[in-house]
């Protein structure tokens, strides 16, 4: 069964730090690759995500992930951290065939100290 | 423009109440989700009805039920509600055939005292 793991449930940075989220997957196939990321209250906005081609993907807000196929993995990076980056990350992948259904992660919360 | 939205944003009920909640997608989508995200952030999808029609149904109880009148309405219906229904409920939409990324509502939270 596919499954999506993000071992970090809480992270903390401070403010103008880099920052790394892991993401490691299990599917059958190579899929879909997204980043979510959830602010409180509000509902989740896409920052990037991988369908194919170079594995570097830029995404909104200064983040990029690295898909890299022999660790089954999609860390997301952010070279310098702003306060307002303080939410909650979700990692999903899909496969079209599934139903078009995304699997999320489990999420990793960020904290941003000044 | 709000692109999914979702009404009631908040919701407060009693155990053994039925409550629904609604969702419009204004981006011409034809395929639509409800998912579940409960008190440890976990988000489990619940739902998919794809023009109007049923494609993915998770192990849900039978007492949450799904109606898509048109491509842009997902509803949900929830009877009989239980302590465990409290959660936040997420509409999402997707175009079917492209890129797989799904939109998101600001989310419903239901309270069940």
């Known amino acids: 069964a596919q499954s999506v793991t993000q071992p970090d449930i809480h992270i903390t940075v401070s403010e103008g730090a880099s920052l790394e989220l892991r993401c490691n997957y299990s599917y059958g196939a190579t899929p879909y690759l997204f980043w979510y990321v959830q602010s409180p209250g509000q509902g989740l906005q896409l920052l990037l995500k991988?369908?194919?081609?170079?594995?570097l993907v830029q995404g909104i807000k200064g983040f990029e992930a690295e898909f890299k196929r022999s660790q089954s993995s999609f860390n997301l990076r952010k070279p310098s951290v702003h306060w307002s980056d303080a939410a909650e990350y979700f990692c999903?992948?899909?496969?079209?065939?599934?139903?078009?259904?995304?699997?999320f992660g489990g999420g990793t919360r960020v904290l941003v100290k000044p | 423009d709000t692109a999914v939205s979702q009404t009631p944003k908040y919701l407060v009920t009693q155990m053994g109440n039925d409550k629904s909640i609604k969702c419009e997608q204004n981006?011409?989508?034809?395929?639509m989700y409800w998912y579940k995200q409960d008190s440890k952030k976990f988000l489990k999808i619940m739902f998919s009805?794809?023009?109007?029609?049923?494609?993915i149904n998770e192990t849900v109880p039978n007492r949450f039920s799904p109606k898509s009148p048109d491509k842009a309405h997902l509803n949900l219906h929830i009877n009989s509600l239980e302590l465990g229904d409290s959660a936040v409920y997420f509409c999402?939409?997707?175009?079917?055939?492209?890129?797989?990324?799904?939109?998101f509502g600001e989310g419903s939270r239901l309270t069940v005292l």
């Open positions: 009805y794809n023009n109007k029609e049923l494609i």
């Open positions: 991988y369908f194919s081609g170079d594995t």
């Open positions: 999402a939409s997707r175009r079917s055939g492209q890129s797989g990324e799904l939109f």
């Open positions: 981006l011409g989508h034809d395929t």
């Open positions: 999903a992948v899909g496969l079209l065939a599934a139903g078009n259904k995304l699997t």
